[in-house]
């Protein structure tokens, strides 16, 4: 069973930045997928961005350009840079990661920007 322990979440002014941090409990297969999901009020969870060895990241159309997804395996984390805050990336960020067909999600951090 993998534990997902996500931090970085916060307040921020439109054009703002904040980091997204999430370790894992247990190594992930670096060929195996980590990501972030969001879910804005009323919303569906949508796919921000993924990562995975050997292939380029997954980026959401929206965020393309000024979010920023890694990893680092030596310390089971993946990290979500973003910049240039909107209101509409105003959500509830989620860490997935797929571990040999398990998905596992984070317990979720807010993220609301103000306008």
């Known amino acids: 069973q993998v534990q997902l322990v996500e931090s970085g979440g916060g307040l921020v002014p439109a054009g703002g930045s904040l980091t997204l941090s999430c370790e894992a409990s247990?190594?992930?297969?670096?060929?195996?997928?980590m990501g972030w999901y969001r879910q804005a009020a009323g919303k569906q969870r949508e796919l921000v961005a993924r990562i995975r060895s050997g292939r380029d990241p997954d980026y959401k159309d929206s965020v393309m350009g000024r979010f920023t997804i890694s990893r680092d395996n030596a310390k089971r984390t993946v990290y979500l840079q973003m910049r240039r805050l909107k209101p509409e990336d105003t959500a509830v960020y989620y860490c997935h990661v797929r571990n040999w067909g398990i998905d596992y999600w984070g317990q979720g951090t807010q993220v609301t920007v103000s306008s």
């Open positions: 247990e190594t992930i297969f670096s060929s195996n997928p």
